[in-house]
């Protein structure tokens, strides 16, 4: 069967990268025999800009139809001035709600010599591959009641952190999941010495872990945690956490691996997928073909891997990218030896690499 793929570029350098990971799209998706229909949808600040709305109707129409989205970037200073509900990350989160978007996956590892990017040692950093699993429409970022208010001290705003049990319940189902397919090991990161929502996220995890028991678990106070993923980021395999925690720990990993521009995520329900790299939109890089457009065409590999059931597909891509690297960077990660390249010239090399690479051997369906 077809799939069908909706394209969003956003904002920013989202167009320049989502057109280099749609021409690796392309040659994956023909290599490994998967018939594709990619159609474009606006979002963020340039869907603002023509409809007075950061995702319109049509947009989110068009996602909900298809099997996966693939999504650039959104925001920048233009559209700062806004109203808080018009704002281009307002859109973003909107389509993570309405599309039921639960459990954002944010891999971060090592992909060949590019560890001397990373500003920790070598000894520190060589070997980290993690994945951080971030719970992605609850949590303090969409808790009821927030807004401005009045304290005994004058005006004030407030926000709430609260989850449901089912809520906890299924992310951790996810995070037991993934383990399994990786090292067997999950670390549940939570607040629990102060935050009665934690109280109840390690009860809800260790309920959940009864069913799977041969996962190794375990649970690290955040502020424990993000010092330990500085100290020794080798020691996590799976990390899953609330949507707070996970949105400043999956940055803090994203820069072991030396740039942000590197790192690709999934954020899947129990019916859709978006994929999207973790960095945000450059507007002061923008148009110069200064972007690394790689965390999009991995993005792209963790589609094959989680909606179409394609693993050896993104194992591919990434090997493409690996043997890309090391001869060839981007500015933000480019080092002595290494040819300097743009963002179209590098999509370019890892979408050649890949066509020349040997048949990928996919299961009959």
Not at 84 to 111: Q, S, T
Not at 263 to 285: N, T
Not at 289 to 309: C, E, Q
Request: proline share 6%.
């Amino acid at each position: 069967m077809t799939k069908h793929i909706v394209v969003m570029p956003g904002d920013g350098i989202g167009p320049e990268v989502v057109a280099q990971a749609t021409q690796v799209l392309r040659v994956a998706a023909g290599k490994a025999g998967l018939p594709i229909a990619l159609s474009e949808a606006i979002i963020g600040g340039g869907a603002y800009d023509r409809t007075g709305s950061p995702l319109p109707e049509q947009s989110l129409d068009a996602a909900r139809k298809a099997d996966a989205v693939l999504l650039g970037a959104v925001g920048g200073p233009k559209w700062d001035t806004l109203a808080f509900n018009l704002r281009p990350e307002r859109g973003l989160l909107r389509l993570r709600a309405e599309l039921d978007l639960f459990a954002n996956l944010r891999p971060a590892a090592i992909y060949g010599d590019l560890v001397d990017a990373s500003t920790l040692k070598r000894e520190v950093v060589e070997g980290t591959d993690l994945m951080v699993i971030r719970e992605l429409t609850g949590g303090i970022y969409f808790g009821e009641p927030r807004g401005p208010v009045q304290t005994a001290h004058g005006a004030g705003a407030r926000n709430t952190m609260v989850y449901s049990e089912w809520e906890v319940e299924r992310i951790m189902r996810v995070g037991f999941d993934i383990a399994r397919k990786r090292r067997g090991r999950l670390c549940s990161v939570d607040k629990a010495n102060v935050l009665e929502v934690s109280v109840m996220w390690r009860r809800i995890a260790e309920q959940v872990h009864k069913a799977h028991p041969d996962i190794v678990l375990e649970h690290l106070y955040v502020d424990n945690a993000a010092m330990q993923l500085i100290r020794s980021p080798r020691q996590f395999d799976t990390i899953v956490t609330g949507n707070l925690f996970g949105d400043i720990l999956s940055d803090a990993a994203a820069m072991l691996t030396g740039s942000i521009g590197m790192l690709p995520s999934a954020s899947i329900g129990e019916r859709h997928a978006l994929y999207e790299p973790v960095h945000g939109s450059a507007p002061d890089i923008a148009g110069q073909d200064k972007a690394n457009p790689l965390a999009t065409i991995l993005s792209v590999g963790m589609m094959f891997r989680y909606t179409f059931n394609l693993p050896q597909v993104d194992e591919a891509i990434q090997a493409a990218v690996t043997d890309v690297l090391a001869t060839h960077r981007t500015p933000d990660i480019h080092a002595a030896g290494k040819t300097l390249v743009g963002c179209r010239e590098i999509g370019e090399l890892v979408a050649r690499r890949l066509a020349d690479a040997p048949p990928i051997a996919v299961p009959a369906v």
